[in-house]
């Protein structure tokens, strides 16, 4: 979707503001936010990209307004409602709702270490052809879908070259509305900044982008 | 960190024009309407989450132990120490920097770093000629396991946007300024590959062991806004 997510090459967002020794969370509840989202995740009810997409579903002035902790958490809310896990009843009162158990057991510590440690990876060890290799000129398709993607709108129609296969992974834009993971090959593609941004950019200077084989086409 | 994100959003607004006044309006009233969803922005999140961590254990859906130990990894465990010495063994090691660049996940695993958001990493060199930034235009991707998670700059709108459009401006604004012999390459983690800079090792240095070139390593480094000088100014990491 062409959201307000979606900023690469976007003005007027203001200087950027840095902090020194920063914390790592600024309010224990932004701590608690990002353990509930992995603690969550665990139960495999959705996947990473289904998170995305929801924050990305922010509306764009609360988008902008919030801070980056307050739109994981109205996401959070709104996933955990549309999964089934809990009601809007229950979130108002605070407790279940009666008769409302649950049959397995949660993630405990040790499992938490064991994601921790893993991670969740996305790549998929399964022959795809690869519709492209190092060196060869490509156009980033110009598509603008409803739904989620990870080809940026600045790179759309697009020429540039692919300068590595990274390998096969899921494919995002399919997986954020569990459609399939649609497992293909992953580049790094190189765009010229001129041939995004024209010429008030530096001619040697270039930005690299993460792209799929369904959002690339031969040039 | 609430003076920047009213900066942001002073400055967004201002930027969109009166036009948005009466939208913003509408848009408060639609958040009094309802009790759920998207358009809230909690009027106190502490209470709010305390609420919803309370409801999701009652529910058996969440462990505390699990959460405190989530929550205990990202806050003291990760962090850019952890990239640090990545950096320090690349510079000190020739074979160990060239299994970095060709394989990562492997070399960072050597030193016991990896998992979650580090899955598939890669590492970009930065040199005299050549300068690697980071970003992430989508939403804020990071390689946690040798950054830790990220600063609230490199989730905000100003880093997220203007980087790929103008990186000298950028790096400029963190005290970096290159020339027109230097190739800016700008990453934007755009799929599951988390990107980590090679700094260039600085000039003078040949004399320290891999314990003080690591000393001079920034965060900031590793993300590519700021070079690693001889002699570290600041604490960022």
Redesign the interface.
């Known amino acids: 979707m062409n959201g307000i997510?979606?900023?690469?090459?976007?003005?007027?967002?203001?200087?950027?503001?840095?902090?020194?020794?920063?914390p790592?969370?600024?309010?224990?509840?932004e701590?608690?936010?990002?353990?509930?989202r992995?603690?969550?995740g665990a139960?495999r009810k959705w996947n990473?990209d289904v998170t995305?997409h929801e924050?990305e579903?922010?509306?764009p002035?609360?988008y902008?307004?919030?801070?980056?902790?307050?739109r994981q958490?109205?996401?959070f809310?709104?996933l955990?409602?549309k999964r089934g896990?809990?009601t809007?009843a229950?979130?108002?009162a605070?407790?279940?709702a009666s008769g409302?158990?649950?049959s397995a057991?949660?993630?405990?510590?040790e499992?938490?270490?064991q994601?921790?440690?893993?991670?969740?990876?996305?790549?998929r060890d399964v022959p795809v052809y690869a519709n492209f290799r190092a060196g060869q000129r490509v156009r980033a398709i110009n598509a603008n879908p409803l739904g989620h993607t990870?080809?940026?709108r600045?790179v759309r129609g697009k020429l540039g070259t692919i300068d590595r296969d990274?390998g096969v992974?899921?494919f995002p834009d399919t997986n954020a509305h569990f459609l399939g993971e649609k497992p293909q090959h992953?580049y790094?593609v190189r765009f010229a900044?001129r041939e995004?941004?024209g010429n008030q950019?530096?001619p040697?200077?270039?930005?690299?982008?993460?792209?799929?084989d369904d959002h690339l086409e031969p040039a | 960190m609430t003076t920047s994100r009213g900066d942001v959003l002073t400055a967004a607004l201002t930027a969109a024009g009166a036009a948005v006044a009466p939208d913003l309006a509408r848009a408060q009233e639609h958040e009094d309407d309802h009790d759920h969803g998207h358009q809230a922005v909690p009027s106190d999140p502490a209470l709010r989450v305390k609420a919803l961590e309370s409801l999701l254990v009652a529910k058996g859906l969440v462990d505390r132990d699990a959460l405190d130990e989530l929550i205990d990894t990202y806050e003291h465990k990760v962090g850019p120490r952890n990239g640090v010495r990545v950096v320090a063994r690349a510079w000190t090691d020739a074979d160990y920097k060239r299994r970095l660049l060709t394989d990562a996940d492997a070399a960072i695993s050597e030193l016991g770093y990896g998992g979650m958001q580090g899955e598939h990493m890669v590492v970009v060199e930065n040199t005299a000629t050549v300068h690697n930034v980071v970003v992430c235009t989508l939403c804020s991707c990071y390689p946690w396991p040798v950054l830790g998670l990220p600063p609230v700059w490199y989730k905000s709108a100003p880093y997220r946007s203007r980087s790929v459009i103008d990186p000298r401006g950028v790096l400029r604004e963190f005290g970096l300024d290159l020339g027109d012999d230097v190739e800016v390459r700008v990453w934007d983690s755009t799929a599951e590959l988390r990107y980590l800079v090679l700094p260039e090792r600085p000039a003078n240095t040949e004399t320290l062991t891999e314990q003080e070139l690591a000393a001079l390593v920034t965060r900031d480094a590793m993300v590519g806004v700021a070079k690693v000088t001889a002699k570290r100014e600041e604490s960022t990491a």
């Open positions: 997510h979606d900023m690469g090459g976007m003005h007027g967002m203001g200087p950027i503001e840095r902090e020194r020794s920063e790592v969370f600024h309010h224990p509840w701590g608690r936010v990002f353990g509930l992995r603690a969550m139960w990473i995305r924050v579903l922010v509306p002035v609360d902008l307004r919030m801070s980056y902790y307050e958490f109205a996401a809310l709104v955990l409602q896990f809990v809007s229950e979130i108002e605070g407790i279940p409302s158990a649950v057991p949660a993630l405990t510590r499992k938490a270490a994601l921790v440690a893993k991670g969740v990876p996305t790549s990870r080809e940026p600045y990274h992974f899921v992953v790094s900044a995004l941004w950019a530096a040697q200077d270039s930005v690299y982008v993460d792209l799929w």
